[in-house]
């Protein structure tokens, strides 16, 4: 009894050791253009990774809500999810609402952050903030919280200012 008591212990030792490796960790993610997202996180459903949301997450960084499988995403108690609709740039140099791009970013959403949308108001201009409670009412939390921070993260470095202004007609959020 004890050796398969052992046996099935280093099993799932096992087990475990292989499943830690298919992690990834998104945080400070102030998102993009919204076709590289669709790219890297179909790349992402298709590894079979789970995705920890572990600090902001926003702007066309949502999309990973709409292309993870639910069972595959967690969110640790930093994690916060930041809503706006899409916009280019109009022929004045000002943000202007893309309906078509908002219209394809919200329907990517799953129900339950579609209805918690919906209640605030919609997707406007203005960033919306789900964290918290409300968050992880919504996805299963990361147990491995003090670990998280040592999963290589999901994020390109940021911009410094004068690289931020010349980027600003190139993004679609």
Known sequence: MKFLTGLLAAVLLIAGMGASHAVVRIADDRGGRIGTYVDRYQDLRQSGETVIID????????????????????????????????????????????????????????????RWITQRGGLTPHMLFLKGRQLQAMYKPCYMDAQASAIKPLRRPLPQADQLESARGQLVH
Request: with cysteine; charged share 10%; net charge neutral.
């Open 55 to 114: 600090g902001l997450c926003a702007s066309a960084c949502t999309i990973v809500l709409g292309a993870i499988p639910h069972d595959r995403i967690c969110v640790t108690s930093s994690a916060t999810l930041g809503f706006h609709a899409a916009w280019d740039f109009g022929t004045n140099g000002r943000a202007v609402t893309n309906t078509e791009a908002t219209q394809m970013l919200y329907a990517m959403y799953p129900s339950q952050v579609k």
